[in-house]
Structures are given as C-alpha cells and as structure tokens.
DNA sequence: TAATACCTTAGTGAATTACTATGTTCACTT
DNA sequence: AAGTGAACATAGTAATTCACTAAGGTATTA
C-alpha cells in the first residue's frame, strides 16, 4: 500500500502531544493513550522504540512518564517515521541493472524523504497555513 | 518498511523498457523479462493491471506483445506506481481526531504524490542531471 | 490445426502489521 | 520496609501483504 503504517502515525501523534505538553511536563502513557486513542500497550511499544532512538527521555516509578528529549525545533517527522519504521522509501533492490533507474529512485528517495523533513514546532503552523487558505 | 515494492518498481522498470523501443516497437513479455531480469509470470500480472489502467495496449497471439497506449510524455512514474500498489501515502485513519495532525498528512500525501509525478520521458534526463553533477 | 503469444485465477511460504498478554524492574509514597 | 503505580521487556497471534509459481484458457498467426 506504501504507505506510512499506523505505528508512525501514532508516533508523531504521541511526539506532538508530548510537546504540547504545557511547560514540557512529564505525560504519562494513560494519559496520551486517552488523548490520541491509541491503545495503551501499543503505545508503550512506540514510546520504548522512541526512546531507543533518544528522541524521548522516560522517568520511571509513581509519577513517572515522558518528555521530548530535546527541543522540538531539533526533531524532524522524518526522524520519528525512521525511528518506527525504517529508512524511508528505499527501494528493496536494483532491478536489472540499470544505472538509469537506480539513480532516479535514489533521487526520488532523497526528494521524498526532504518532504518528511518538517520540524515538529512546525506541525501545527502547517496546519495554520492550510486553515488560513480556506 | 514504507517503501515502493518491487511490483513497483518492475512496472516503472517494464515501462522504461517499453519507452525505450526502438519505433515503438511491440515488445513480448519474454523480452522485457530477460531485459529486467524480471521473472515471466509475474511480469504477466503486472502487464497485465497496467493494461487494466490503461497504460499499455497489448496485442494477442504470435508475434504479439505490448506498446505504451500513449505518449511517454503523457505518463507519469506517479500513474505507474499507483496502478500497481494503490494510491500512494494515505494515512491509514486518522488519528486521535487531531484536526491539526489530519491536515498535516493530508499535505504530506500531495507533497509526497508531487514527487512521483515525474514524466516517463524524462526518466533519462534525471539521470543525465545527475551524471552531469559528479 | 499447431504454435505461440497474451490472459486469468488459484495457491503458497515468508514476512509484516497491529496489536494483546504477561511479567519484571524501578521509584515514590505510606 | 512494604505497597503502589509507573515504565520496561518479551512472547504470541490473527489478519494481511508480498513475491512469486502453477496451471490452464483464449486469441492470433503460420
């Protein structure tokens, strides 16, 4: 289907509830489960994942939770979707040994993935810019 | 893995191969295969849904074989790819009814989309650019 | 009518997806 | 010191997708 799965949807939604988090507080997993309707178990897959890739920083025991690891202008969607998921958009090998093709979708991989490199403080101007052309 | 398939990428590959013709000449299935190294039956499947959208003519029996239905010029790698995997870059569902975080994939998919967009044609001049770099 | 090409459908093993389940470890509170 | 509640870790599972192979059907030409 090619297509992001949901595992990279609800990471950038859970990396976007974290810095919405107000004063940066630490989130807990119930409490962004509740708010993005991911399920609570799957979720702390995504998160542990995240943190495996210093994108999150976790504090254990009662009152434990999350927070961003550094500042959102330092994170990229791009970062979190590779974090889940893989490298973006790399084609499973080289087909007939053509030089033609190999470097066109190196090219495209490289253009598609510029496309997933937005800030995560963007997200919501992103969205501000669509509201406003309405 | 968030990638195009090889289903993908054999159709762009077939289809290059079919620009490529000296005359437009009718290509078999047999010739495209050892040209791509692609194997026989399934090229058949993927000749045979680029066909379904339009994108080849095919013609039956001895001395048969497929042509491009139409300019190179009139086909994008976009057309190619979506014939084969679906459309390209939905989200799944959305998530957690975030306005915000909807619009934002919303705009990566036409992003993203924008990037395949790129001509049949010109397949080789992207190629071309890129030698010229080094 | 035989040969040869395209056309169609069914099946299959391996991998991926989107989870659930179960338990462990850590830190704070009482 | 014990209990509680949070993160952490691993295993399992049903459903789906991927990348084909197999086997035949149908159209056209020699």
Sequence with gaps: MVSISTKGIYGVAAMHAL???PNAK???IKEIAAMTQI???YLEQILSSLKKSSLVISIRGVNG???L???AQEI????IVEALEGKLFVPSENVGASV???SFWADMQEQA???FSIKLCDLDKAYQTFFYEI
Tied chains: 1, 2.
Aim: net charge positive; aromatic share 8%; charged share 30%.
């Design 69 to 71: 690891a550094r500042d």
């Design 100 to 102: 033609v093709l190999d």
């Design 76 to 79: 990229l969607v791009l970062d």
């Design 65 to 67: 939770g999350y927070k």
């Design 19 to 21: 810095y919405k988090s």
């Design 113 to 115: 993935r510029k496309v």
């Design 39 to 41: 399920s609570h178990g």
């Design 26 to 28: 630490l989130m807990q």
